[in-house]
């Protein structure tokens, strides 16, 4: 089986700090709005995400200007495409100082085999991230797309797609973390949106959890976006966070 991959520093050479648990999603329209965001909560967090609304918007400026201030990004394009033209657009991102690029695990064995021979084939690739079952996405939502699997059934059958082919990094919503550990062990890494803090709204996301939660049932790392991008204080919410998942860990 091809080498694991787990974003650096690797689970298990030390103990991770809160700070490089937390990736904050900056789900903004515009660079100036995700800069000041990333700029007011220096100090606090280390990693944020690029979504598909501020790369479009942005390109690789985005990508540039958060580097340049020392962060990490998280590049989540989801790509899901046939195998030639993912294992391409893995290389080019290659060139573009993301650290963790995600890909849909559903594009299939042969998409992401491709996937992870050509992260493995160039210098400065990016971690690779299967997105399993996007956590907006409920029993319901599953069988209207044909799926007829609960949502724990689907995300494990993705979650063994991926590894068998070479991407041990995995995107699953709180509601699987246990699952997945108690399946794969300890070695994957597993990155978890839909957190909300008690009382956060629940917006769009369906499978939610607290991040104590997730991260006493084994998450690598959260991804935070509203409850942290709309707070009133941002820099409070995300420090409140931080707190929450330090006392977990
Ligand atoms: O605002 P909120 O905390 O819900 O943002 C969650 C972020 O994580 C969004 O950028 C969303 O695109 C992303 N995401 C997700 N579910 C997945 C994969 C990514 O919500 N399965």
Known sequence: MPPLQSPSPRVGEQRKTAQDRLIVA??????????????????????????????????????????????????????????????????????????????HAAGGPAMLTAAAEAAA????????????????????????????????????????????????????????????????????VLVTPGIRPAGAAINDQKRIATPAVAIADGASMLVVGRPITQAPDPAAAANSILAEIESAS
């Open 121 to 188: 084939s160039v210098p400065g690739a990016p971690r690779l991230l299967a997105v399993t079952v996007l956590t907006s996405m409920d029993d319901g939502q599953l069988k209207s797309t044909g799926v007829s699997s609960s949502a724990p059934v689907q995300v494990l059958r993705l979650a063994q797609l991926a590894r068998a082919a070479g991407i041990s990094g995995l995107v699953c919503s709180a509601q699987e973390i246990r699952l997945l550990r108690g399946e794969l062990g300890p070695e994957p």
């Open 26 to 103: 900056l789900d903004f329209p515009t660079q100036k709005e995700a800069l000041g965001l990333a700029d007011h909560l220096h100090g606090s967090c280390k990693w944020f995400k690029v979504g598909l609304e501020l790369y479009l918007a942005s390109g690789n400026s985005i990508l540039e200007e958060l580097r340049k201030r020392g962060y990490s990004v998280f590049l989540d394009l989801k790509l899901h495409d046939i195998p030639n033209t993912v294992a391409a657009a893995v290389k080019t991102v290659s060139t573009m100082g993301a650290s963790l690029l995600t890909l």
